[in-house]
């Protein structure tokens, strides 16, 4: 009994969180805080609880860089804008691969993202991805908005004037949505 006392010392005595620090946005100040273990109690046949551990999932860029951009909505739409003072819809998703994480510096306009990122289908896609429109269905014609992929049929994008950005669904888009993606 003592050595099962002593053993779960030990192990509450492992450090449960480590500090994340990959968004680094003005305005929004202060240190993450991801699980990496968390402790559940079960009871065993004698009635005495025991400890079960389970693993938490890792953070990825993506998964960062789809919550930045969720922290974003409500920005006002500004044409041409890259700040929290406003945005365009290639404006955010610029502001969002810059600001999240380690910072990834792509393209400016919607095309020239497009054209700097990989293809991939929607169900390779994750959040954190980019949600491209061209103008028809042809994969290669011009993509005149973006988005971020935030799973299923969502994406936060820069609407426009009164609307600013918002999490809505791509499914208007019809057969003219790609997405893409430079981290996997």
Sequence with gaps: MRRNWLASAAVAAVAI????????????????????LSG?????SAGAP??????????????????????????????????TAGFDCSGLTQFVYRHAGHGKSIDRTAD??????????????Q??????????????SFVYHVGVYEGGD???AATTYGEGVQLQSFTWGGDTVTFGTITH
């Design 127 to 140: 959040p954190g991805d980019l949600v491209f429109f061209h103008e028809t269905s042809d994969p290669g």
């Design 17 to 36: 969180s480590v500090p994340v620090t990959a968004v680094t946005v003005p305005g929004f100040a202060g240190t993450a805080r991801a699980a990496t």
């Design 112 to 125: 020239g993202q497009f054209l700097q990122f990989r293809p991939i289908s929607q169900a390779a896609a």
């Design 154 to 156: 969502d994406m936060v």
């Design 40 to 44: 559940q109690q079960k009871a065993t």
């Design 50 to 83: 025991t400890r079960v551990l389970k693993k938490a999932v890792p953070v990825t860029w993506n998964m960062v860089a789809a919550a930045l951009a969720k922290r974003l909505v409500g920005a006002p739409y500004a044409y041409g804008g890259t700040t």
